[in-house]
């Protein structure tokens, strides 16, 4: 069964730092594209990054380029998302998501349980 | 304002047919491949269709997809209770090269 599990979310004041962990099992986790995608409070999906099996192709949305970093350790079986110079519009829940097709594409077929992180002062 | 206009909100009452339309441009839709999310209520997305018309294993055919130039459309017949949730259309965009989702459609089953 496919199964990712997101981790390191909270409460953090702007401008500060947060390290989200994905960890992922129940299939080939170097055969897969993965993705972060957030959901602000009441709001719609809204992408974050993507990053292509080998970390070779990296994606990110302009609202967070230059401040968050994606990254994978493939003999982990793990997905993570530094965040730095966090804003309060950066407050949301955190998505985890594998890609079903090679990247660029935007068939996102399992997600995880998602990670709520709060920036307020 | 979404990259990928939806109706806010949608309804019907059981038994009904619905559609959603999402609405892209020639950098998304128009030359990338439209898929749809459902959401029920305090639960993460689920895939309903990839490939602009692939439905996945376990996605009844009440539900079918369409895309037409630059926008698409999601149909849901035989309107059931269980299908109020939120769906959204998403695409790659070859402008901004990233994943755009949109707003969003709220379906309420009366």
């Known amino acids: 069964e496919v199964q990712l599990v997101e981790s390191g979310g909270g409460l953090v004041k702007p401008g500060g730092s947060l390290r989200l962990s994905c960890a992922a099992s129940g299939f080939t986790f170097t055969t897969y594209s993965m993705n972060w995608v957030r959901q602000a409070p009441g709001k719609g999906l809204e992408w974050v990054s993507s990053i292509s099996t080998s970390s070779s192709f990296i994606y990110y949305a302009d609202s967070v380029k230059g401040r968050f970093t994606i990254s994978r350790d493939n003999a982990k079986n793990s997905l993570y998302l530094q965040m730095n110079s966090l804003r309060a519009e950066d407050t949301a829940v955190y998505y985890c998501?594998?890609?079903?097709?090679?990247?660029?594409?935007?068939?996102?077929?399992?997600w995880g349980q998602g990670t709520l992180v709060t920036v307020s002062s | 304002q979404s990259v990928l206009p939806q109706p806010p909100s949608a309804s019907g009452t059981p038994g009904q047919r619905v559609t959603i339309s999402c609405s892209g441009s020639?950098?998304?839709?128009?030359?990338?491949?439209v898929n749809w999310y459902q959401q029920l209520p305090g639960t993460a997305p689920k895939l309903l269709f990839y490939?602009?018309?692939q439905r996945p294993s376990g996605v009844p055919d009440r539900f079918s997809g369409s895309k037409s130039g630059t926008s698409a459309s999601l149909a849901i017949s035989g309107l059931q209770s269980e299908d109020e949730a939120d769906y959204y259309c998403a695409a790659w965009d070859d402008s901004l090269n990233g994943v755009v989702f949109g707003g969003g459609t709220k379906l309420t089953v009366l």
């Open positions: 490939t602009n018309n």
């Open positions: 998501a594998r890609l079903y097709d090679i990247l660029p594409a935007s068939n996102f077929d399992y």
């Open positions: 020639s950098s998304n839709i128009g030359s990338n491949t």
